[in-house]
């Protein structure tokens, strides 16, 4: 079965990974200088320049992420502001990912600077959950030596940004844990532990949207124990299927699993420019060809893209990146490009670009054009016709709720009667 089609590993138990504010940390890794001033990192994604990322020393002078740039220097003029660099987080981010690979195939990153590991079956190799810990802990540290002044060594280094670790069954007593522990410590919540850990802990560890947070609390439900201690069926009543949800992660009644990451081999196209680009209607055309080379690779050929990313390196050491999950996976230049252009009309690169990249990463089957009868026997072959095949037989039986398609074989073929010479048999592929 390919690899596409194969259901994700998934697990039980949870190590979460977290280093608060990644990227700020991936900054002040390349420039020391930052860790002792008030700093903050600007949005990379918004119409407007607005604060992303805040320093403690900069928090503490009232400036808080979401304000304009200025309001953040009137509340403290000393403020350092950055530019962002987020294919440089995404870099770091991954080289993370990778070491935590290490550990465990069953890696499900969350967020920039937050991952979940699975533990299931792995007692046998490190032990009970402190040996875990210990070799998540090697194994991070090991990634710090091998990729030198990243985010990860400055998390190490400073004890006000260490990493944090929390073991539990389930990602959110991980997360809780994780959010609990003192930077560079883990704490682990052991089986059967969950319902007490989380009596304790605020409302605010949940997943809330502000105005559910408000209401929890002006109904007095201020820990996840005094949340649990009541009918589920009266919080749902209040709140809905969300309500469902927090009541069950309050009680320890539910454990969402780690679901490891399929990975595509991802297709990368680029294009170099000679001197630097601005013109936004040159990137735009710049996308759309890059898009058709990525589409005519041999190995998208049967495939429809399901994710696709756009970065762009920009004078200065800076960069630009964007990426767009497909509601319904396309093939179609056109469909694919249209988030990307909206993202770079909303927020276009900070400076020139030199060198724009477009990435598939993703891909569901390509049902709508199978490539069986490609004129060339070597792209054919490339493109895996049974595998297209296979898809298109899924989906016709999905939806006619019964096999519509057969092989012909010979049961008797010296016989007179035609209907006797050959029978169908259901195809499975």
Known sequence: MDQYLSPPPTSSVAVCVWIPLFALRCEEARRPELASQPSALLAPDASRRVVWQVSPLARHAGV???????????????????????????????????ALARVSPVVEPAELGLAYVGMDGLEGIYGRPEGQVRETQLRIADCRLRIGTASVESAIHNPQSAIRLGWGKGKFVAWVAATRAKPGCAIIVHAGEEGKFLAAQPVAVLPLDPDAHRRLRQLGLRTLGRLAALPEEAIVSQFGRAGRRWW???????????????????????????????????????????IERALRHPRRTGWRVQVVRARAELEHA?????????????ADRDHIAAPLKTRLAQAPPAGAVERLVVEFTAFTPGTAELQLFARDAGAAARAGRLRALRSAVQEITLRLKRPMLHHIIAVQPWSRLPERRYALIDYEP
């Not at 454990?255 to 013109?279: C, H, K, M, N, Q």
């Not at 800076?318 to 396309?330: C, N």
């Open 318 to 330: 800076a960069s630009w990146l964007a990426a767009a999950t497909l509601k319904d996976p396309s």
């Open 64 to 98: 808080r992420p979401g304000m304009t740039v200025s309001q953040a220097i009137g509340l403290c003029p000393a403020l350092r502001l950055c530019e962002p660099d987020p294919v440089h987080y995404d870099e770091r981010f991954a080289l993370l990912l990778a």
């Open 248 to 290: 069950r992660l309050a009680a320890g009644a539910t454990a969402e699993p780690v679901v490891g990451r399929v990975l595509p081999e991802p297709i990368s196209v680029s294009l170099t420019f000679f001197t630097p680009v601005a013109d936004r209607e040159m990137l735009v055309l710049a996308l759309e060809r890059l």
